[in-house]
């Protein structure tokens, strides 16, 4: 497998991860005021089990993380990634992340 090229895709509100040119996940965003709503994540079924869902969370995390935004984890995938990976707990403020059991 080729390593997956991120790509922010504003006109569609997602965050990329193609494989060979093609979009095989995503996660989907709104854009707030000093804050990231991530509503959505997906990796589509012919690309499953291939590490992309955590490859794109850790991506869009990092990014957020660069912009200084604060996230709003509404996605259930992008919320159980924060609850095992720790290091970006502070991307969430916290009565967020009492709303969300981060």
Same mark, same amino acid.
């Not at 509100?13 to 989907?28: I, K, P, Q, S, W």
């Not at 290091?87 to 981060?102: G, M």
């Given at each position: 497998?080729?390593?997956?090229?991120?790509?922010?895709?504003?006109?569609?509100?997602?965050?990329?991860?193609?494989?060979?040119?093609?979009?095989?996940?995503?996660?989907?965003?709104?854009?707030? +005021? *000093?804050? /990231?709503?991530?509503?959505?994540?997906? #990796?589509?079924?012919?690309?499953?089990?291939?590490?992309l869902g955590s490859a794109i969370a850790r991506h869009v995390l990092?990014?957020?993380?660069?912009?200084?935004?604060?996230?709003?984890?509404?996605?259930?995938?992008? +919320? *159980?990634? /924060?609850?095992?990976?720790?290091?970006? #707990?502070?991307?969430?403020?916290?009565?967020?992340?009492?709303?969300?059991?981060?």
């Open positions: 497998m080729s390593e997956p090229v991120f790509t922010n895709n504003i006109a569609g509100h997602r965050y990329e991860a193609r494989l060979d040119g093609e979009v095989a996940a995503f996660a989907e965003y709104n854009l707030l +005021a *000093g804050a /990231i709503m991530f509503t959505h994540t997906e #990796v589509l079924p012919a690309h499953e089990g291939k590490g990092d990014e957020a993380r660069g912009r200084q935004l604060n996230v709003i984890p509404v996605c259930q995938f992008i +919320a *159980g990634y /924060i609850r095992k990976h720790r290091e970006y #707990v502070d991307l969430v403020q916290p009565h967020v992340r009492t709303a969300f059991q981060i």
